[in-house]
Nanobody, 126 residues
Framework: QVQLVESGGGLVQAGGSLRLSCAAS????????MAWFRQAPGKEREFVAS????????YYEDSVTGRASISRDNAKNTMFLQMNSLKPEDTAVYYC???????????????????WGQGTQVTVSS
């Protein structure tokens, strides 16, 4: 089992920035690809960004490319999502997720992730 806890969400004005954190415990964090997803009210959960278990490969959803940066610190069992130039349409609950299997490449499909945090709310005001 991998336990995940997100933090860093909040209310921010459009154009502002936030840094989300995901603290992991349980199994060896560094063996798992990780990802961020988000879910806005009335919408399906959508992929935001993913990172390989070693941190060398990163992928982003088109709407956040250039505004988001995913990273991880395997020594501290923590993953981050830096979001800049935030827009009202970024408003959602943000979830971190860990891959269902060790050493698997990251995917943008939610089905590829077996472990999820409880989410952190990000609200961007216009």
């Amino acid at each position: 089992q991998v336990q995940l806890v997100e933090s860093g969400g909040g209310l921010v004005q459009a154009g502002g920035s936030l840094r989300l954190s995901c603290a992991a415990s349980g199994r060896t964090f560094s063996n798992y690809a990780m990802a961020w997803f988000r879910q806005a009210p009335g919408k399906e959960r959508e992929f935001v960004a993913s990172i390989s278990w070693g941190g060398g490969n990163k992928y982003y959803e088109d709407s956040v490319t250039g505004r988001a940066s995913i990273s991880r610190d395997n020594a501290k069992n923590t993953m981050f999502l830096q979001m800049n130039s935030l827009k009202p349409e970024d408003t959602a609950v943000y979830y971190c997720a860990a891959s269902s299997k060790t050493y698997y490449p990251p995917t943008n499909a939610a089905s590829g992730y077996a472990y999820w945090g409880q989410g952190t709310q990000v609200t961007v005001s216009s």
